[in-house]
């Protein structure tokens, strides 16, 4: 019978220097995990200091995995911060972008998203009183039918973190509370 392999921070560091940002955050995760318990409280903070993964390396991973077959887990995310570096300017209105998306003349999950996000923060801060924005990717899954934006969840993450990641004068982003609930018994 081969010999067990024991993950530890020390043992697998050197290790995930080598490897992809799939493997090394999953690996992280493992080696975090209360092995007591399904469901996993994730604080960011730790993994930039202890792993050196980045909270947008650390969601976008976690996107990944989940949606591999089978899923090793499951997630929620309640919030995400972004850190507005100047205060945003849109040129359009809420109802003419939204106007636009069921035209079809906009289909660019990207664009939809910032505005999505644009008009979320001068609806929450109208006085322009803060740079920092918190948002909950549920929020803008209401269907453009009623209203609302029609951005599922994935997507909605996918694109913050492009937008986050491609253009660092808009805004960073900040996890601040994120659960896992592992589907598989996993033992570290």
Do not use: C
């Not at 549920?138 to 909605?156: C, H, K, L, M, Y």
């Amino acid at each position: 019978m081969p010999d067990p392999l024991i993950l530890s921070r020390t043992n697998i560091q050197t290790i995930l220097n080598k490897q992809s940002d799939k493997i090394k955050t999953y690996l992280a995760l493992l080696t975090e995990k209360d092995t007591t318990s399904n469901v996993q409280s994730v604080n960011s903070a730790d993994y930039l200091t202890n792993w050196n993964i980045t909270d947008d390396t650390l969601l976008n991973q976690i996107l990944t995995l989940s949606k591999m077959t089978p899923s090793p887990f499951t997630f929620s995310i309640p919030s995400i911060q972004l850190d507005w570096v100047t205060e945003p300017v849109y040129t359009q209105t809420e109802e003419q972008v939204k106007d636009q998306m069921r035209k079809v003349i906009i289909d660019d999950y990207t664009q939809i998203t910032f505005a999505a996000i644009f008009f979320k923060k001068q609806e929450t801060d109208p006085t322009k009183s803060s740079l920092v924005q918190t948002v909950n990717p549920e929020d803008f899954s209401t269907p453009t039918s009623v209203g609302g934006w029609g951005i599922s969840q994935d997507v909605f993450i996918k694109e913050i973190i492009h937008i986050s990641t491609k253009s660092k004068e808009n805004f960073t982003l900040t996890i601040p509370n994120l659960t896992l609930t592992w589907l598989q018994t996993v033992h570290s």
